[in-house]
């Protein structure tokens, strides 16, 4: 199949014949004969848990994998259900990042102690379980305005934002132990999308989304997701993942991650795009799906990885919390200069909402009753997702984006 010279046609026409891959994996691909993980019921259900397998993609062999952090249970799953409508979430998992020998000498396990300093989830936890969230995963709300979509929730576990493809050797400067690290969110993925494509022939919608590092796997994955269901309309959301990062760290990400961007979008070099530019990036792209951010103004769990980014795990700190602000509301005047972009800032300092994970006295979590920008944020989400996007604008609270001081 020749591509058009003209980029937007060369998309879409790479999208059509993804679509047709899909449709005959046998003559596009030269994956296994077996299926990457066992077939999702056809019929509307509850949740089913699924173990990948190791599986030949294009060519290579990839092998599903935790990060394999020292004391770590390497066993990688997700998990899926089918709605009763015929649109689909693609739901990726939030839980921190690591990138050097400090900062990845500091898992989350099932054995860590309540209070131990930790910076990511090294494993699948017992509690990365959508069956136990409210939120967007609450399927009797009549709220949801996803409540009949079929999902497939990513967990993570590789520390590097579901984007990696790389074995990392590090040195834990506590103990002065060597030690490595499977950084292989994105090849994790990649065996998931494969099962995606055999088990959801033509949904009519999709909603690709995630949670704090989740809401960056949402956005580097977005072109190979789109690509498989070219036909579908489509939307992104990022929840709690705002992109604010110091100028070296997109050399940080790129050598000890090896960080994966799709070509398609971001050219011959993906590599050398700045975190930064990947939002804005992906709304030019595709003009005709809408892509929105959710953050509260004053993020405390962001500003705490910023801060580590900036100064280190004992740097001098007390200045990140304003300046993740500032940085936070540049991204979001950038982003919304595309007619496609719309960004919810909510007042306050939790982190991410869509999990549904902070219940107030009453249980009712904060996805349901956020009204600070104006707006309640299921109606906001309604409107991104309706055909005609009418009462989807950008949102913000009112005078709420300085803290007194930062308390870090």
């Known amino acids: 199949m020749k591509l058009p010279a003209d980029p937007a046609l060369r998309l879409r026409s790479a999208a059509a014949l993804a679509f047709t891959c899909s449709l005959a994996l046998s003559a596009c691909s030269s994956g296994d004969s077996h299926s990457v993980a066992d077939p999702l019921p056809a019929t509307p259900g509850g949740w089913t848990r699924l173990v990948p397998q190791a599986t030949t993609i294009d060519g290579e062999r990839l092998t599903p994998t935790c990060s394999k952090a020292p004391g770590s249970n390497p066993e990688f799953h997700f998990w899926a259900r089918r709605g009763t409508s015929n649109r689909l979430v693609v739901f990726f998992e939030g839980g921190g990042a690591c990138w050097d020998g400090a900062t990845c000498a500091l898992p989350i396990t099932s054995s860590t102690a309540p209070g131990a300093a930790a910076l990511y989830k090294a494993e699948v936890l017992p509690s990365d379980d959508p069956r136990i969230y409210s939120g967007v995963f609450d399927l009797a709300n009549p709220r949801n305005p996803v409540a009949d979509w079929s999902f497939v929730y990513v967990p993570y576990c590789t520390g590097d934002i579901h984007s990696g493809s790389r074995t990392a050797s590090y040195t834990n400067p506590f103990t002065q132990q060597p030690y490595q690290i499977e950084h292989r969110g994105a090849d994790n993925f990649r065996l998931i999308l494969q099962w995606i494509r055999e088990n959801f022939q033509a949904p009519e919608q ?65 590599q050398a795009t700045r975190t930064t530019d990947i939002v804005p990036l992906l709304s030019a792209a595709y003009p005709n799906d809408r892509f929105g951010q959710y953050t509260t103004a004053t993020d405390l769990v962001q500003m705490q990885f910023y801060d580590v980014q900036v100064n280190g795990l004992s740097g001098v700190q007390g200045t990140a919390c304003q300046a993740w602000t500032d940085g936070m509301l540049a991204g979001l005047a950038t982003q919304q200069s595309a007619p496609n972009f719309r960004s919810y800032m909510a007042a306050g300092m939790t982190h991410t909402v869509l999990r549904g994970v902070d219940p107030d006295a009453s249980g009712v979590p904060l996805f349901y009753r956020e009204t600070s920008a104006a707006q309640p944020l299921t109606d906001w989400l309604s409107a991104m997702l309706s055909t005609t996007g009418s009462g989807w604008d950008n949102r913000a609270c009112a005078d709420c984006t300085t803290l007194p001081a930062c308390p870090f």
């Open 206 to 270: 999709l909603l690709v989304t995630g949670s704090s590092a989740g809401a960056y796997g949402a956005t580097t994955h977005y072109p190979k997701i789109r690509a498989a269901f070219p036909q579908a309309r489509a939307a992104m959301l990022g929840d709690a993942g705002q992109g604010v990062v110091p100028p070296a760290w997109d050399v940080v990400r790129n050598q000890n991650w090896n960080f994966q961007l799709d070509p398609a979008v971001y050219g011959s070099n993906p």
